[in-house]
């Protein structure tokens, strides 16, 4: 099982990027994705969900209308496009899949998002 995130990176305030979970080992269509992120000092945080086909997303309120979550479920890759990033989206980002009715998880293992002048 292997989920591997990309895209991080150093931006500007109000700058963007898209962060990229290439997933495999697993039956991906089977499991709810989620996107968590862990500043320094910080407990890690749910930032956004999405469910098995995609069709309902949530959104942690500190990211409502900048941060879009997405799935491909014939690609097996989970996407986050930031928009209007600030400062405090500073963080390690990890994705992770949830099996539905399960207490089976899977994490990868992060990407530096560095938001700074």
């Known amino acids: 099982v292997q989920l591997v995130e990309s895209g991080g990176g150093l931006v500007q305030p109000g700058g963007s990027l898209r962060l990229s979970c290439a997933a495999s080992g697993f039956t991906f269509h089977y499991y709810v994705m989620k996107w968590y992120r862990q500043a320094p000092g910080k407990e890690r945080e749910l930032v956004a969900g999405?469910?098995?086909?995609?069709?309902?997303?949530s959104y942690a309120d500190s990211v409502k209308g900048r941060f879009t979550i997405s799935r491909d479920n014939r690609k097996r890759t989970l996407s986050l496009q930031m928009n209007d990033l600030k400062v405090e989206d500073t963080a390690v980002y990890f994705c992770?899949?949830?099996?539905?009715?399960?207490?089976?998880?899977?994490w990868g293992q992060g990407t530096q998002v560095t938001v700074s002048s």
């Open positions: 999405v469910t098995i086909d995609g069709g309902r997303k």
């Open positions: 992770k899949a949830e099996g539905m009715g399960t207490d089976t998880a899977y």
